[in-house]
């Protein structure tokens, strides 16, 4: 079955400090692997899209990184700011005729002052 | 457009109303999605349109579920006798090609069955 998790389901830091969130999946075919921020109330923004072939992409102060291999991935957010407060999607795409978008539940960061 | 739009922000009805939800797709965008989401939880896939066409409605939960693009920009959502586990956050999205493009949403409407 074709599954994305994410963890920690939530998490707590203080601003300026950096964190990790982990996604792992059970997708097949693997086509490519997304993160999205999500505000609330606000619908997801793409932050980096990677496929079989990269291992790490960056886009600011987020850096997202795929082991095909192990089939687990990260972003990694660095000098944490009050306004990356928001729920961190992983997305993985599986191409099986019809194209399939296998979203996680989310991580949600909250930065504190 | 500038962006994806969605109307109305927020919908509030009463058990075994229709509603219908608008989405307005960034203009030149082919592709067209509805999601679904609840809280604490990521967006469900209902239905991927390619122009006018649903490519794929696999997601829609049951037939009171219904989306039309009649003329390849804005669809509509249509929900009848909706039920209490309706609630949630209905997301639109758009992209240029096809689902291996990157994904514009929408700001979502809140839909409340009471």
């Known amino acids: 079955k074709n599954q994305v998790e994410q963890s920690p389901q939530s998490l707590i830091i203080l601003e300026g400090k950096n964190c990790t969130l982990q996604?792992?999946?059970?997708?097949?075919?693997?086509?490519?692997l997304r993160w999205y921020k999500q505000d609330t109330g606000r619908g997801p923004v793409s932050l980096t899209i990677?496929?079989?072939s990269e291992n790490t992409k960056s886009n600011g102060r987020y850096t997202a990184t795929l082991d095909a291999d192990t089939k687990q991935s990260s972003l990694h957010i660095t000098a944490s700011q009050l306004s990356d407060s928001a729920s961190y999607i992983c997305v993985v795409s599986a191409r099986r005729g019809n194209y399939q978008l296998i979203w996680g539940a989310g991580t949600k960061l909250i930065i504190k002052p | 457009g500038a962006g994806v739009s969605q109307t109305p922000s927020n919908k509030v009805t009463e058990k075994g109303k229709y509603v219908e939800l608008r989405c307005d797709p960034i203009s030149g965008h082919t592709a067209l999605y509805w999601y679904r989401q609840s809280l604490g939880q990521g967006p469900e896939f209902l239905i991927y349109?390619?122009?006018?066409?649903?490519?794929?409605d696999s997601g829609l939960p049951n037939d009171r579920f219904f989306a039309v693009r009649p003329e390849g920009s804005v669809s509509t959502l249509k929900i009848q006798r909706t039920e209490r586990g309706d609630s949630a956050v209905y997301l639109c999205?758009?992209?240029?090609?096809?689902?291996?493009?990157?994904?514009?949403f929408g700001p979502g409407t809140r839909l409340t069955v009471l």
């Open positions: 999205a758009s992209s240029h090609g096809d689902r291996a493009d990157t994904q514009y």
């Open positions: 996604c792992n999946y059970t997708v097949s075919p693997f086509s490519n």
């Open positions: 349109f390619q122009g006018t066409g649903a490519a794929d």
């Open positions: 990677m496929t079989f």
